[in-house]
């Protein structure tokens, strides 16, 4: 009985590794006949595995989709691999944090115990960063709506939240009615999660935060056929997309200028919770938020790029000290002239280069 239970895992197992297997070449790596794997076969089904038989030439199986989830076969790897995703997946998304906890707890109670002191090894504690800023996390029914739309090819009708969070309200000026899109693509990129989707009527590509989406409609919208899209146009659409749907994050200190860079390149290159928006071909305004306002210089400075039209005034003094800072810190060392003097041409060398 010991080797039959084993034998039907090893069947799984194979069935799992590869979309289709001919019978015969089944039946040869587990050392059986055709006889004793039809009938393995009609074991898994009896379990709920959804095993398929495929018509052709020597004939076949494959693993198919079912009405339920039935148990899963994982080896020591796989195991270990999707503990350390349960711990580790970012909160980005509101409503699991309780299925999450409720999926770790089955997993190592059916691990065998080297496997789970293993896990355990890894228990992960989440700090946060300073510059750390996520966005507002995504609601879990909106992600199973839009992911359902997604898979259905069907058109999504929403209202879509302003950038400071408020719903659309028609007595509002600059009111936009529900968007009616063609949804194609959930992105997570930054910590944030994007909708790549397809305007209904004007046919033109656009890009959505999902935390900003009000859904109208629950997946019984009109049907479309799907666009193609490279992993090139999900870069284009996303990474170097300045009209992403990014607000500002909360920080204590928000500051903005002018960058000599085309917008797509600043938008690629820009923190989570910053704002790219064009100027013209060449330039684009940034807007950075940090802890402190020599912080939020430094990240301007990173871009190795001139900066004007810089916003607010605490922010211009900020980079004026750390100009003089760094003009200071390129001054060749001296050695004083005597041990009572320093040599009067070093110093007013040194002062005349941290002058503002």
Known sequence: MADTSARILRLLSLLEARV????????DRLDVSARTLRRDVDTLRELGYPVNAVMGAGGGYRLGAGGRLPALVLDDDQAIAIALALQTAPATVSGIDDAVARALTTLRQVMPARLRAASEAFEVTSLRNYWEFSAAPVDVVTLRTVGAAIRTARVLRFDYRDPDGAVPDPGRP?????REVEPHHLVVWAGRWYLIARDHRERTWHTYRVDRILPRTSGGGAVFTPQPLTRGDLTRLVVQNPDRGDTPGQWQCVGSAVLELPAPVAARWAPGGSVVEPVDAQRCRLTIGGWSWAGVAGLFITFDTDLSHVEPPELRAAMD?????????????????????PDDSATAATHDLIQP
Not at 174 to 178: E, H, I, S, V
Not at 321 to 338: D, M
């Open 20 to 27: 289709e297997w001919r019978g015969a070449d089944l039946a």
């Open 174 to 178: 600059g009111f936009r009615p529900p």
């Open 321 to 341: 000290r750390i100009s003089r800072r760094l003009r200071a810190a390129t001054v060749p060392h001296c050695q004083p002239a005597s041990a009572d003097r």
